[in-house]
């Protein structure tokens, strides 16, 4: 296994006070050292487990680095076709190692489990580059807990792809995510500098981040009623800007046909567009439907173009997503449930959410969370609507 040390300003073979420091071996030499030498306990983390992805490297890396917690990952991916340690994880790993001043080991392509050992973490600014069209938004997912509890504001500039499959859309992070986690006190600024997409991303995004001195808990239990709902899509390259006006027409006609635009009097807005060359590298396209409620809730459901999928379909698809969601009791999609337990578990205070039947990765994020804290989730199921949830925790109250 290769290792790799976030950045130091201690050299590995410099001096320090006048005394000589020993060289360090090779990286094959110190990694086989590495679990031996590191004193006191190290919490064991199975990769395989529940949803068995990214998502477990990205939760408990996260915690490790907040809780100076070592852990060690093993089964890494297992549930996955082609399991171990993709660019993207493996770009994440390595981001946190340097925010963190940590010790990763087993940080290569392919590996199966890694060992991290974490220091204090320290914000300013912080470059990550996938070198492939693997997600920017993942990358902010595992990076953005730790650096709100630096001590200093930071500077993410992240580079990968921002709207590719199997992850949140750059739309979706901003659009949905970015207004949830502000109610909990989070507070960042995003430019997209360009879009990029697969195969070979070159996307770029840059993020302000501010640190905050503790997160807030957040309660959403109350749908209250529909304030605002928008379209966007838009289009890159060679993929005719017709295919945005085609998938808005497709997503509004079946919001109007199904959802009751009484409270909405100004009806649905809409916003196609084609990027430039200097908006966006290579071809690609997508679509975002966001609904708001004056409550505080924010739905939202998001796709990005295929050649195997009409622009229409892909339409149709975003609002599908949202009349189910709509026509339940939840107060948030299915997208964001997962993405707030990290925050959920942090806060300070009791957080409840009220959502639709949990999702294999809600589940997950869950049972990473109680195993690496003393924060216990309680569900609660209504018998009498079966779909709906209810998601509380008294959080960790983490201070920076």
Not at 16 to 38: F, N
Not at 205 to 213: A, R
Not at 223 to 244: C, P, Q, W
């Amino acid at each position: 296994m290769a290792a790799s040390r976030g950045t130091s300003s201690r050299g590995a073979g410099g001096t320090s006070g006048g005394k000589k420091k020993r060289a360090w071996k090779t990286a094959e030499q110190e990694d086989a050292k590495i679990p031996h030498l590191v004193l006191g306990d190290i919490t064991e983390i199975d990769g395989s487990v529940k949803e068995g992805g990214g998502q477990i490297l990205r939760i408990s890396i996260a915690l490790s680095c907040l809780l100076r917690k070592n852990v060690h990952i093993s089964n890494i991916r297992a549930g996955r076709s082609t399991p171990g340690l993709r660019p993207q994880h493996l770009t994440g790993l390595q981001l946190v190692a340097r925010i963190c001043n940590g010790r990763l080991v087993g940080g290569s392509p392919g590996s199966t489990e890694v060992y991290f050992y974490p220091e204090a973490v320290q914000g300013g600014r912080h470059v990550a580059d996938v070198k492939t069209a693997g997600s920017i938004c993942l990358l902010l997912q595992i990076a953005l807990p730790c650096l709100l509890f630096a001590k200093e504001r930071s500077e993410l500039l992240l580079r990968g792809g921002t709207d590719v499959d199997m992850a949140p859309p750059i739309n979706y992070t901003l659009k949905v995510f970015k207004p949830l986690a502000e109610a909990m006190g989070v507070h960042f600024e995003c430019t997209i500098n360009q879009r990029g997409f697969f195969p070979k991303g070159r996307g770029e995004v840059l993020i302000t981040l501010d640190p905050v001195h503790h997160l807030k808990p957040i309660t959403l239990l109350d749908r209250g009623d529909i304030n605002g709902i928008t379209i966007e899509a838009f289009t890159a390259g060679l993929v005719h800007r017709k295919v945005s006006h085609e998938m808005i027409a497709a997503a509004k006609f079946i919001l109007e046909k199904n959802i009751s635009l009484a409270t909405l009097p100004s009806g649905i807005k809409t916003d196609p567009k084609h990027l430039t060359e200097q908006e966006a590298f290579g071809n690609g396209s997508g679509i975002i439907s966001v609904v708001t409620t004056t409550s505080g809730c924010v739905f939202g459901s998001a796709y990005n173009g295929s050649k195997t999928e009409s622009a229409d379909r892909c339409g149709q698809r975003v609002g599908e997503e949202l009349v189910k969601v709509l026509s339940g009791e939840a107060c948030v999609d299915d997208y964001m449930q997962d993405q707030l337990i990290i925050l959920m578990a942090l806060a300070k205070g009791c957080s409840r959410i009220k959502t639709g039947p949990l999702t294999l990765h809600t589940e997950t994020a869950i049972h990473i969370v109680e195993t690496l804290t003393d924060v216990r989730f309680h569900v609660l199921r209504n018998d009498g609507s079966p779909d709906t949830c209810l998601i509380e925790c008294d959080g960790l109250g983490l201070e920076s």
